[in-house]
């Protein structure tokens, strides 16, 4: 099982970046996404997730407006995250948890499978 996840890079303050996670290896219908992300020396933040059919949309705590998960026409999962601020960056993570939804796509613990990251760096 393989999750991709890519579209990070370095961005002014006030932009919006588009980051994708296309998963190999395992049924996507079977499997909710979430997206973590995690600051140079802070804890892991739970920032999204999309149920194993690409509906119900969940949103962590933190500025909930500015972030849309979503599942694309090649079902890949989609993060949009708009008018970006510094202290978004940070490694943003996809995941994989098998047939999550709600809340518990927020559990790290109940993740099957993690993607290996993706950089988002913000300047102000």
């Known amino acids: 099982v393989q999750l991709q996840a890519s579209g990070g890079g370095s961005v002014q303050a006030g932009g919006s970046l588009r980051l994708s996670c296309a998963a190999s290896?395992?049924?996507?219908?079977?499997?909710?996404r979430s997206w973590f992300r995690q600051a140079s020396g802070q804890e892991r933040e739970f920032i999204a997730g999309?149920?194993?059919?690409?509906?119900?949309p969940y949103y962590g705590d933190s500025d909930k407006g500015r972030f849309t998960i979503s599942r694309d026409s090649s079902r890949n999962t989609v993060l949009l995250i708009k008018n970006l601020k510094p202290e978004d960056t940070a490694v943003y993570y996809c995941a994989a948890l098998r047939y999550g939804n709600g809340w518990q796509l927020r559990d790290a613990d109940a993740v099957n499978y993690w993607g290996k990251g993706t950089l988002v760096t913000v300047s102000s």
């Open positions: 290896g395992l049924s996507v219908d079977d499997y909710a």
């Open positions: 999309i149920n194993w059919a690409g509906r119900s």
